[in-house]
């Protein structure tokens, strides 16, 4: 279980509008109503060396990411202001074998993406 929040795009704090308690299976998606546009893929899944992510067109290009291991540590993070394309790669060529979680924040809205790195 986890519970994920929608946070207001056009407020300067992190104002939360939604909160889910969601069960993680394969891919999910938060509040369909608000993502029914926003479709991320991921591939090579599973991996050994790079991550492939492509974005949905969107308004903002602003996009935040957060990896996270089985133990639930924060291993990677980062965010795109401008990000100009729909395509961010991934090098997880240091990330030890195992299970991982990718959440994305788009336009306010957060998706999770479960990954698997085999080395």
Do not use: C, W
């Not at 492939?52 to 133990?71: D, G, K, R």
């Not at 401008?82 to 306010?108: F, K």
Request: glycine share 4%; aromatic share 8%; no cysteine.
């Amino acid at each position: 279980m986890a519970i994920v929040q929608s946070y207001d795009k056009d407020s300067d704090r992190r104002e939360i509008v939604n909160s889910s308690l969601i069960q993680i299976n394969d891919d999910i998606i938060v509040n369909q109503t608000e993502l029914e546009d926003i479709n991320i893929k991921i591939y090579l899944n599973p991996t050994s060396d790079f991550l492939h992510i492509v974005l949905p067109t969107i308004s903002s290009n602003a996009v935040n990411y957060m990896i996270y291991n089985e133990l639930g540590q924060l291993v990677s993070e980062n965010n795109y202001k401008n990000l100009g394309q729909n395509y961010i790669q991934l090098d997880v060529r240091n990330y030890t074998t195992g299970n991982y979680l990718l959440i994305m924040e788009i336009d306010g809205v957060q998706v999770i993406k479960n990954f698997v790195v085999n080395q």
